[in-house]
């Protein structure tokens, strides 16, 4: 039997002994209910992140058993994509679906939870929040802003960007016009580049009317659907301004406090569940997406030249160094959690993944 076909056969029950039962009981069932709006800084159903926002709303809502029904909003319905910080911060909206890489404004501190030029990948952040003391951090300093953070996906590596022309040398970025975000672009700035936000779509405009020269938004599936393929064939790799970029869901802190203690541990399940799937989806549709390119597009793949993968890493290294002397002490202790779970974990990466992954190139007969 269902949550509602039972809801509504012990309704029926109720209402069998008598008005003054029935009476009681309808009141405290409604009391029990929430519609909570979900406000997301992506189109509706973008491959990627649109589709995850939807899982997400549909999953809190199933897990709780229909005693939260959430309504998702995309970018510009309810509000802006880039106002859905302050919509859930405000009790405009009760939660949001977005990245931690466009809240820098708020706090540089923020910035760390969902990527960092040369830092940690999809299976390593999470790890840092589980294990690595990451979560109260997290906790703390959106609390500041009324919010209870969680992560609940992640793009995996990202790509380096589309390009109008070919990167050479180091030179070739100076006053580059290049769509980022977060802490990817203090590390192009230092490189001479402009780095400018803004959404996919409007980056697609940008790069078709000549405004930008280049720019990154998530990696092939993604990027894809959005068509920058139309206006710049060299499509880059390695990814290093975002190593992975974590999804995140926000609730209203008010509203999370509120809820009985089932129901926080329904909207925590449905955040931790979805990291997995998420992050998978997007590298099975990213392999996919990517052949697609290539043999149907004319998409050039390129590598950046390693001296320029070094002037990067000097850069990211600059601006690191520059956060962990931020005048915020909250901040500091961000950067010092996250750089010490970085060292750990890219001592042991040598013998553990990276191992695997350069043995798994090496030539030798297998079935493909």
């Keep these: 039997m269902t949550g509602i076909k039972r809801r509504a056969f012990l309704g029926g029950a109720v209402a069998g002994t008598g008005a003054a039962a029935a009476g009681l009981a309808a009141p405290a069932i409604a009391q029990d209910r929430r519609r909570w709006k979900m406000v997301t800084a992506w189109p509706k159903n973008l491959p990627g992140p649109g589709v995850a926002a939807q899982m997400l709303a549909d999953r809190i809502t199933a897990l709780s058993g229909g005693r939260i029904e959430v309504e998702l909003y995309a970018a510009g319905e309810l509000v802006p994509g880039n106002g859905v910080f302050d919509a859930v ?13 466009y809240w820098g404004s ?12 040369f830092g940690l990948r999809a299976d390593e952040q999470v790890g840092w929040l589980q294990h690595g003391g990451g979560q109260a951090l997290y906790d703390e300093i959106y ?17 380096a960007g589309w390009f109008r022309n070919e990167i050479q040398t180091v030179d070739d970025l100076k006053g580059l016009r290049f769509r980022t975000t ?13 780095a400018q936000a803004m959404g996919g779509r409007d980056m697609f405009q940008a790069l078709q009317s000549g405004a930008l020269d280049a720019g990154e938004f998530i990696g092939p599936w993604t990027d894809s659907a959005l068509g920058f393929y139309q206006v710049a064939k060299n499509y880059y790799w390695p990814g290093v301004g975002e190593p992975s970029s974590a999804e995140e869901c926000a609730v209203n802190k008010a509203a999370y406090e509120e809820l009985p203690d089932d129901l926080k541990q329904a909207v925590t399940a449905a955040c931790e ?12 549709k990213h392999a996919q997406a990517l052949k697609q390119l290539v043999a149907e597009q004319g998409v050039m793949v390129r590598k950046l030249p390693e001296p320029v993968l070094v002037a990067m890493g ?5 601006v690191m160094a520059e956060l962990r002397d931020d005048s915020d002490e909250l ?4 950067v010092e959690s996250f750089l010490a779970y970085r060292r750990s974990i890219a001592d042991y990466m040598v013998y553990a993944d990276n191992g695997q992954m350069n043995a798994r190139s090496l030539d030798y007969s297998y079935p493909g």
């Excluded at 708020?106 to 030029?117: A, C, M």
């Excluded at 977060?182 to 402009?194: F, R, T, V, Y």
């Excluded at 901040?331 to 961000?334: A, E, G, S, T």
């Design 273 to 284: 569940s979805l990291y997995n799937p998420v992050w998978t989806e997007y590298t099975t």
């Design 331 to 334: 901040v500091k202790r961000i």
């Design 143 to 159: 609390g500041r802003f009324n919010l209870k953070p969680f992560l609940c996906g992640n793009s995996g590596p990202q790509w």
């Design 314 to 318: 000097n850069a990211a290294g600059e």
């Design 89 to 101: 911060s405000e009790g405009t909206a009760e939660l949001y679906h977005a990245v931690p890489a």
């Design 182 to 194: 977060g802490l990817a672009s203090e590390m192009c700035a230092k490189l001479g580049m402009a």
């Design 106 to 117: 708020k706090s540089k501190g923020i910035l760390l939870f969902g990527s960092q030029p």
